[in-house]
C-alpha cells in the first residue's frame, strides 16, 4: 500500500464527522468502546468524536439524514460505551499484570504512555478514573494500569460510572448546544480544532512539571 494512500486512510480515521458518516450510530460506540479501554485505541477521536456527533444531533433530521444523529440514544450508547471499554481495560490489565510492562515498544504501543498512566494515576489515585477521562492517550492506558495495580474492584466501577456518564454525556452535549450556535455551525473545524486543544492542555502542564522537575533531580 503506498504511503500516499495510508495518509488518507490514516485522515479518515481521524476525521469524526468521515466515521460517523461512514460508520453511523454504532461505529461511534464501537470508537468510544475501543479509545477507552484498548491498547490500540489510544490513537482514535475520542473527545472530538462525541463533540461532533453531538453538534450533529443538534442539526434537523431533514438536513442530512446521513449524518444526523438522534440525541437520546447517542448518550445512552456512548455512556454504556465508555465504561464498558473501562472496564475492559481494567479486566486486561489485571489479567495481564507486569507483563504489561516488559511488554517491548511497538507501532501500538510505547512504554511512555503506560508510564503517563502510572503517573497520573499515582498522584490522583481513584479518582484518575473520573479525571482521566478528559486526557486523551491518558484516557486509554488508566483503567489498564488501575487493573494491574489491582485496584479495589467496586472503587473501580463506582468511578468508572461517574467518569464515564461525565466525560460521554458533558462533551457529547456540548457539542449539541454549541451546534445552535450559529458562529460555531459554521466553523465546525475550528470548534473541533478548539476541543482537542482544551483536552491537550491537561498532558502539556504535566509535560511543563516533569521539564522543570528533572533539572532539580540532576
Not at 481521524?14 to 461512514?22: C, G, K, N, V, Y
Not at 475520542?46 to 439524514?65: E, I, K, N, Q, R
Not at 481513584?126 to 485496584?151: D, E, H, N, Q, Y
Not at 468508572?160 to 466553523?187: K, M, R, S
Request: glycine share 10%; aromatic share 10%; charged share 15%.
Amino acid at each position: 500500500m503506498s504511503l500516499p494512500l495510508l495518509g488518507v486512510l490514516a485522515a479518515g480515521i481521524l476525521d469524526p464527522q468521515h466515521l460517523i458518516e461512514t460508520l453511523g450510530l454504532i461505529g461511534v460506540f464501537g470508537i468510544v468502546f475501543a479509545e477507552s479501554g484498548l491498547l490500540v485505541g489510544f490513537f482514535l477521536p475520542g473527545d472530538s468524536l462525541l463533540f461532533t456527533a453531538g453538534f450533529l444531533a443538534s442539526a434537523p433530521s431533514s438536513v442530512d439524514d446521513a449524518l444526523h444523529l438522534p440525541l437520546g440514544p447517542l448518550l445512552v450508547g456512548c455512556v454504556v460505551a465508555a465504561i464498558a471499554g473501562d472496564q475492559f481495560g481494567y479486566l486486561f490489565g489485571r489479567r495481564v499484570g507486569p507483563a504489561l510492562f516488559r511488554r517491548p515498544d511497538s507501532r501500538f504501543f510505547k512504554h511512555e504512555n503506560v508510564e503517563k498512566a502510572q503517573a497520573f494515576f499515582d498522584r490522583y489515585g481513584a479518582k484518575t478514573i473520573v479525571l482521566a477521562r478528559f486526557v486523551p492517550i491518558v484516557r486509554t492506558f488508566a483503567p489498564i494500569v488501575a487493573g494491574v495495580s489491582r485496584m479495589n474492584y467496586r472503587t473501580f466501577v463506582t468511578f468508572n460510572i461517574v467518569g464515564g456518564t461525565l466525560w460521554a454525556v458533558g462533551v457529547t452535549l456540548l457539542g449539541y448546544f454549541l451546534g445552535q450556535v450559529d458562529v460555531v455551525e459554521q466553523n465546525l473545524e475550528v470548534a473541533i480544532l478548539a476541543v482537542v486543544a482544551i483536552s491537550l492542555i491537561p498532558i502539556a502542564l504535566e509535560i511543563v512539571k516533569a521539564r522543570r522537575v528533572e533539572p532539580a533531580k540532576d
